[in-house]
């Protein structure tokens, strides 16, 4: 009985070693052939599986493949290479959610590895849904080297949680940005939509404003500070706490 029940302990060991070695595999697609090689993964003991989990889109724009997220996850990562074997950063397209459960939460990173940029350019990521509950948050170390072409939209829920934006853009954002939890927001480039963020520190947008509104909820504990804000542009805060700063390098244009 001991040696039958040892020869089964032993089996199902080596089962769930080859179960651990297995799963969670990053699921990538080689775009039909061409570049770039776009990649996701996540954290779950179970592979991610495309048409249940995900779906990639590489017909809308065949230079940049998008991805829709169809499961909930904490942890969903997403880059785009060149090819298989060169690291390069390439485009992606649109960052969509579809849940397929009306009270998932969603936290993504534009990330490869551990630290490893991204992407160049980004379509959109707009992680939002309707008739869905859940929230939405671009998580540490989310990092792209070029232009976000479209809007940026995350959501809380009901109880205010996600939401964030941790999140480097080096080049342009042409959408609208909506982000409740601004914490960790930086982008370097120009600025050409209106912009609506919510509580938070630490973010930095450095170049310049120039969409109708810059709306910010409030301002915690620290300094927001802005490039240049074009003249026709509408700066206001509603409300700045423990001692919270905005500060704006210079209006430009004219009569700015």
Known sequence: MNAKHNILTLSTAIALVGFAEHARAQTCSDNGG??????????????????????????????????????????????SHVSSGNTTPDDLGAILLNPTVSTDDFEVKILFGAAGIGAANVGSIRLTAANWTGYSSLDSGSNITGTLNGALTLVEDSGGNGGGARFTVEGDVTGVMTAPNARGLTVE???????????????????????????????????????????????????????????????VGTGG
């Open 189 to 251: 480039g120009d600025i050409t939509a209106d912009v609506s963020l919510g509580k938070g520190t630490g973010f930095v947008l450095g170049g310049t404003i120039s969409g109708d509104d810059f709306h910010v909820d409030d301002i915690t504990n620290g300094t927001l500070r802005l490039g240049d804000v074009a003249n026709a542009t509408d700066v206001w805060v509603d409300d700045t706490m423990d001692g919270g700063i905005l500060e704006v390098d210079e209006a």
């Open 34 to 79: 061409l570049s770039p090689w776009v990649c996701v993964d996540w954290n779950r003991v179970l592979d991610l599986v495309e048409g249940t989990d995900f779906v990639f889109d590489c017909t809308t724009d065949v230079d940049a493949p998008g991805v829709t997220f169809w499961t909930g996850d904490l942890n969903w990562k997403i880059w």
